[in-house]
């Protein structure tokens, strides 16, 4: 039911409604992938950083000695240089894994509203 002011009123037509607008999508699972990636990154860092703190002050990181001190600081420095290690892989793999992610995020030409479609498990190229 429909009321208009005056006669003029009811003889106009009707606005058309407003277009439909495809909003461009791109997949998730990149971003997903980044997010991994910089997850890996900052752990490897951390991992770093604890391990190069573990390293007794009377040993040298860059000669691969330790002088003075007690017996058990080349085995702290060995155990804090097998941590920095790992961390350092851990880094340099999740900063690889965040720029694949980045690229292909990138990369993924946008699909329209009604092609783009959720992950189904496999990956298309």
Request: hydrophobic share 45%.
């Amino acid at each position: 039911l429909a009321t208009f002011e005056s006669k003029e009123d009811a003889r106009k037509p009707l606005a058309a409604p407003p277009p439909v607008l495809h909003e461009e999508k791109r997949s998730a699972v990149p971003l997903v992938l980044a997010g991994v990636g910089a997850a890996a990154l900052v752990t490897g860092g951390v991992l770093f950083t604890l391990g190069v703190q573990r390293v007794p002050s009377n040993c040298s990181i860059g000669s691969h000695e330790c002088t003075g001190g007690p017996a058990s600081s080349m085995d702290d420095a060995q155990k804090g240089m097998k941590l920095a290690n790992v961390g350092l892989g851990v880094g340099v793999a999740g900063a690889v894994v965040l720029a694949s992610g980045l690229i292909w995020h990138f990369a993924e030409p946008k699909k329209e509203g009604a092609q783009a479609r959720a992950f189904d498990g496999v990956l298309h190229f």
